[in-house]
C-alpha cells in the first residue's frame, strides 16, 4: 500500500467518519487490512491524535516555578475565573482531571483538606479502581462542610471504589498528651502513622494566615493566630505553620496539631499541592520554599506573582 492509499483510507475513516468495514468495501479489502492500515496511518504520523482540553497551561511558568523551587512538576493553567469560589472550582476541576489519569490501583494515598480539595472530589468521576486506600493526613475540623477531611474521605472513598481510613479526632486538641494518645491508637491493628509512611501520594491544600488558616477558626483561636503572626506566619501545610523563609513555625498550636509529622509527609514520593489566588501568593512561595511540596497545580496570575 503506497502512503497515499494508507492516507485516504485514514482521510475517510477519521474525517467522513466512514466505518472499517463501509472502507473495506469500498476498497474492496479485508476489515483486517483496514484495520493495519490505520495502524500504520500513525506510525507513519500521517494521522496525529490531538485532545483539545477544557483547559489551557502556560508551559513558561511552569518551568520557571519548576526551575526557581526545584520542584518535579507544576501545573499552571490559564484562567478568568474572578471570584474565589469559581477559581477554587476550576482548579479543583483541573486536579481532578489530572488525578483520574494516573494509575491508581495499588496505592495508598495520602489526603488533606480545604475548599479547592473539596472541588477536586466533587469533580472526580466513578472509577472502578483495584486495591486503592485513602487515608486521612489530618484531623477534622468543627465545622460541618464539604471541606472537612472527614466528609472528603468519604467521597473520595465512595467516587474511586476506594478503602479509608480515618484520623478520629479533630485536627487541634486541648494538649500535647491528648494528640500522643490519639495519634498511639491502633487502627485495624496497625497505627496511623503506620499508613501515613506507606503512602506514596498526598493531596493538600495551602493555607494563608492572614486570610485564616485551612483549620476551623472555632479550632485556631485569636490568641495562636497572634502568635504566628508574631513569628512571621505567612501560611499552613495541613496545619504546619511557617514563615517567609519556608521555615517550619514551633508553636502552641503544633504542641496540640493531629496531623501527618513534617518528617514524615517529606518522606512521601510525591507531595502534591494544590492552590491559586493571588491572595495566596505569599504563603505559596513560602510553602514552596519549606522542600515539601514535589508537585503544584495553580493559577496563571498567582504563578506570575509566585516567580517575581
Not at 466512514?18 to 479485508?30: C, D, G, N, R
Not at 483539545?52 to 501545573?75: G, M, S, W
Not at 481510613?165 to 486538641?173: E, I, K, Q
Not at 509527609?265 to 512561595?285: H, P, S, T, V, W
Request: aromatic share 8%.
Amino acid at each position: 500500500m503506497t502512503d497515499y492509499i494508507i492516507a485516504e483510507i485514514a482521510f475517510l475513516h477519521y474525517e467522513k467518519g466512514m466505518s472499517q468495514q463501509e472502507i473495506a468495501k469500498y476498497f474492496k479489502l479485508s476489515k483486517m487490512t483496514i484495520s493495519r492500515m490505520l495502524q500504520r496511518a500513525k506510525e507513519q504520523k500521517i494521522v496525529e491524535t490531538f485532545i483539545n482540553l477544557p483547559f489551557k497551561t502556560v508551559p513558561k511558568l511552569e518551568e520557571a516555578i519548576e526551575r526557581k523551587y526545584n520542584i518535579e512538576k507544576a501545573y499552571v493553567i490559564r484562567s478568568t475565573k474572578n471570584q474565589d469560589k469559581e477559581l477554587k472550582k476550576f482548579i479543583g476541576s483541573v486536579a481532578s482531571f489530572y488525578l483520574t489519569i494516573e494509575n491508581l490501583n495499588n496505592r495508598i494515598i495520602g489526603i488533606g483538606l480545604g475548599e479547592t480539595i473539596s472541588q477536586m472530589i466533587r469533580n472526580l468521576p466513578e472509577i472502578k479502581t483495584t486495591n486503592l486506600h485513602i487515608v486521612q493526613l489530618l484531623g477534622g475540623l468543627a465545622d460541618v462542610t464539604d471541606a472537612n477531611p472527614f466528609n472528603i474521605v468519604q467521597e473520595f472513598c465512595q467516587k474511586l471504589n476506594a478503602t479509608g481510613t480515618y484520623l478520629t479526632s479533630y485536627a487541634v486538641v486541648d494538649n500535647a498528651e491528648m494528640k500522643i494518645k490519639i495519634l498511639e491508637k491502633k487502627v485495624s491493628g496497625q497505627s496511623i502513622y503506620d499508613l501515613w509512611e506507606k503512602c506514596d501520594k498526598a493531596i493538600f491544600g495551602i493555607g494563608s494566615i492572614r486570610t485564616g488558616t485551612l483549620l476551623s477558626k472555632s479550632l485556631v483561636p485569636p490568641q495562636i493566630i497572634k502568635e504566628l503572626n508574631q513569628l512571621g506566619g505567612i501560611g499552613d501545610i495541613l496545619g504546619h505553620c511557617f514563615n517567609d523563609e519556608g521555615k517550619f513555625l514551633h508553636t502552641d498550636l503544633e504542641n496540640r496539631l493531629v496531623s501527618i509529622p513534617v518528617d514524615i509527609l517529606n518522606n512521601i514520593k510525591e507531595r502534591f499541592a494544590i492552590a491559586g489566588g493571588i491572595y495566596k501568593a505569599q504563603a505559596i512561595k513560602g510553602a514552596l520554599k519549606t522542600g515539601i511540596i514535589t508537585h503544584l497545580l495553580t493559577d496563571e496570575i498567582t504563578a506570575a506573582e509566585i516567580i517575581k
